[in-house]
């Protein structure tokens, strides 16, 4: 009798562990977006590197690369509004952009220091 009830428990903690291990990563991955692109000089078309780019509201928040490129991983899906700064250059706000589960969403964007 005492055999039959242990093995009943290690089944359902082995079910239990199972079921508990393949839920959590793969489900959350698949349901997180990604916004990326590049950032560059309205008027000479040069790649702007350092520049700050927060999704507004949120602490969340990247730098772009010395070729202009940037990523912002990892986010629900949804709709943002970005917020760009950089030293001599006018801020900029680029609004409702839609990201989609499981999707890279790509924007380019050009600052102006005038």
Do not use: R
Not at 38 to 58: F, P, R, W
Not at 70 to 93: E, R
């Amino acid at each position: 009798m005492k055999i039959k009830a242990a093995t009943l428990l290690f089944s359902i903690i082995m079910v239990s562990l199972v079921t508990f291990a393949s839920n959590n990563p793969v489900e959350l991955k698949s349901q997180t977006a990604s916004i990326s692109g590049t950032v560059h000089d309205m008027q000479s078309g040069e790649a702007l590197a350092g520049v700050k780019i927060s999704i507004e509201g949120t602490e969340l928040n990247v730098f772009s690369d010395l070729d202009g490129n940037f990523t912002i991983k990892d986010i629900t899906p949804g709709s943002y509004n970005l917020v760009l700064s950089l030293i001599s250059y006018n801020n900029s706000l680029i609004e409702n952009i839609a990201v989609k589960a499981s999707k890279e969403e790509k924007i380019e964007i050009k600052l102006s220091n005038e």
